[in-house]
C-alpha cells in the first residue's frame, strides 16, 4: 500500500487518511446536514452491490481464471496487477477486479473509514481508536446474503450514541468475513485506492 498505515492496528489513522483522499477527490464538497444518514446510505449502496456481483458470481476465483496458468492463484493473479504499469494497471484492474464481490466489499469498506475520518476529524477528543475482535468462524458456512445483514447490523444500530464504535464493528465485521473466506484485503485495498487515483473527481458521478 501507499501508506505504512495498518488499518488493522492504526484505523483512526487509516480512517484519516482515508478520508484526506476522498475530500481531494472532491466527495465532501457535498455534504448534506446529515452527513452521517447520507453515508450510511451510500455504504449500504457498495454493500448492495456485492450482493449483486455475488449474484451474478463476479467474483475473482471467476474473474482472475483466464489468468492461471501453471496453478497459479487468485492473490498470483493480483501480484502481476498490483506490479502492472502505471499505463496498463486501470485496464487489467477494470478487466479482472472492479466490479467483483470482493472489491465491492472493499468500496463499502473505504466508505465507512471515509465517514469515520469526517467524524473524528469532527470530534478530536474522541481519542485514540481500537478495532474489536470478531471471531472469522462468525462467518463460517454463512451464506452471503446473511453475512452482510451481520455486516449492517452494526451500522444500523441508531440507538447506539457512539458512532465511531458502531463503524469499528463494521470494519472489523468485513475483516472477520474476509478471513474466513480467504480475501486479501489489504491487497484490495491497495489495488482500489490505486485505481481510484485514476478516476476524475467525484469517480465522474454526482456525488
Known sequence: METKINPWEQPAEFAMYVHGRSVAKGFWGYEPENYIHHNIVM?????????????????????AKPLMQNGESVNDVLDGIVSAPDDRFPQYYEEVVEGTLEAEMVDALLRIFDVLGRFLDLHPSRGPQKLHEVSPMMYKGVVFTEAVYLIMIPIHECYNPTFDERMLRAIANIKAFAECNGIDLLRHIELKMRYNETRPRLHGKKY
Request: proline fraction near 0%.
Open 43 to 63: 455504504i449500504d449502496t457498495e454493500l448492495m452491490e456485492a450482493v449483486q456481483a455475488d449474484r451474478n458470481n463476479r467474483v475473482m476465483a471467476e474473474t
